[in-house]
Nanobody, 116 residues
Framework: VQLQASGGGLVQTGGSLRLSCAAS????????MGWYRQAPGKRREMVALITSGGGTRTIAPSVKGRFTISRDNAKNTVFLQMANLKPEDTAVYYC??????????WGQGTLVTVSS
């Protein structure tokens, strides 16, 4: 599985961005997809997850109400819509494909910088 994340950039506080993650392979529709982030000097943390059918979404408390995760299985793509961005959202955002402990893949990351 190859994951290509895009959509990061520089935005002012209160702004919005939409991240996209395009995945290769026909198994994408059967996997849980997610977004994680890692800020400088901090551990990687989960931001949002969405199950294969999109029926269950898990959102980290720190971004709840501001970020939304969605997926388009026909296009093998998962999205992270981010609104009301804050400087503490600055991080490299990574896309994840998880089908099992042995079938777990990461994208290369896209940098989001929120200026104050």
């Amino acid at each position: 599985v190859q994951l290509q994340a895009s959509g990061g950039g520089l935005v002012q506080t209160g702004g919005s961005l939409r991240l996209s993650c395009a995945a290769s392979g026909s198994r994408v529709g059967s996997a849980t997809m997610g977004w994680y982030r890692q800020a400088p000097g901090k551990r990687r943390e989960m931001v949002a997850l969405i199950t294969s059918g999109g029926g269950t979404r898990t959102i980290a408390p720190s971004v709840k109400g501001r970020f939304t995760i969605s997926r388009d299985n026909a296009k093998n793509t998962v999205f992270l819509q981010m609104a009301n961005l804050k400087p503490e959202d600055t991080a490299v955002y990574y896309c994840n494909f998880f089908a099992s402990d042995h079938d777990d893949w990461w994208g290369q990351g896209t940098l989001v910088t929120v200026s104050s």
